[in-house]
């Protein structure tokens, strides 16, 4: 008896013994060749999946040892940076196997103006300035835009450390 998808043919297993008593269905076991056929159905789209899931682990497993061997190299002083590079922009968040790397914005962009202006000890407006001046602004290494509220105009404009690594270089020249 093949395998029927049509749910008002199925019978539930409340009624089975009932059915069963009735003649419907039939009253034999299974064969080994009746359940190949019937588990066919479904091994074909689950084995693509299986499949595309060894190799997404064996990117991750590739991923994690080039990851420990430069870390290695780098702790051994023979380089120079870690491999993982952390990001907040989208498209740049990527590890060595080409898979994303995401962090919330409001952890990587830690500095409202006020922020920045406290740390290099000058005031809002200076600091204002001096982010134009440095074209600081839209750039995503250093600023992002994050909402606050439901109008368009209920944001907050946020800057990360390298962003106010490099005002504290432009105070210095």
Known sequence: ?????????????????SVRRDGAVEDRPI??????????????????????????SALL???IGMMQKQFEA????????????????????????SMRAEIYKEDWYIYTTGHLAEKLE??????????KQCCLKGNSKYHTEIATGRSDKSK???YSEDAL???????NK
């Open 61 to 63: 497993k590739n991923s």
């Open 165 to 171: 690594s490099q005002l504290r270089r432009e105070l």
């Open 122 to 131: 000058i005031s809002p407006h200076q600091t204002v300035s001096l982010i």
């Open 1 to 17: 008896m093949p395998l029927d998808s049509n749910p008002e043919k199925v019978t539930k297993l409340s009624s089975a013994r």
């Open 74 to 97: 780098v702790k051994n002083g023979e380089a120079a940076d870690a491999a993982l590079h952390v990001t907040a922009d989208k498209k740049a968040a990527v590890d060595i196997a």
């Open 31 to 56: 064969t080994e060749s009746k359940m190949l056929e019937l588990f066919s159905q479904f091994i074909g789209p689950l084995s693509s999946e299986i499949r595309a899931l060894r190799d997404e």
């Open 156 to 158: 907050v404009q946020k």
